[in-house]
């Protein structure tokens, strides 16, 4: 017999890191049940000798992701010291940038996440046996 597996289900054991940031299981399932079109936007700041961060991303890339990815980032809050930006989107009050710097201060990545409602996405569940 067939059984859909959700993301609140596949990720029940991260409930305190995503109640930490005011999120719920559900709003994966939102994610993923929905017709959402996910973007990473990554931005990364290189100090390259100075003393500040620039102003400017040194690089920028830019990619789709889907809700299973999206969760995967959200749930690794708390192994980093991240700093987490909550906005509304079309699937609701979520998290839509991740910031965080490696231990030595010398590179910054920041991860903006755009989320578009896109009624002719195709319905992706992910299924176990």
Request: hydrophobic residues 30%; positive net charge; contains cysteine.
């Amino acid at each position: 017999m067939e059984r859909t597996l959700y993301l609140s289900e596949e990720f029940k054991e991260y409930r305190k890191t995503l109640h930490k940031i005011g999120m719920d299981g559900y709003d994966l399932d939102t994610l993923d049940n929905g017709k959402y079109e996910i973007t990473l936007i990554e931005n990364r700041y290189e100090k390259l000798g100075r003393k500040h961060f620039p102003k400017n991303p040194t690089t920028t890339e830019t990619s789709q992701i889907t809700a299973r990815q999206y969760a995967c980032y959200i749930t690794s809050i708390g192994f980093f010291r991240d700093r987490v930006v909550k906005g509304y989107t079309a699937a609701g009050n979520i998290v839509t940038r991740l910031t965080c710097q490696n231990p030595d201060k010398t590179l910054k990545v920041e991860r903006i996440f755009r989320i578009k409602y896109n009624p002719d996405a195709e319905y992706k569940i992910i299924k176990t046996a």
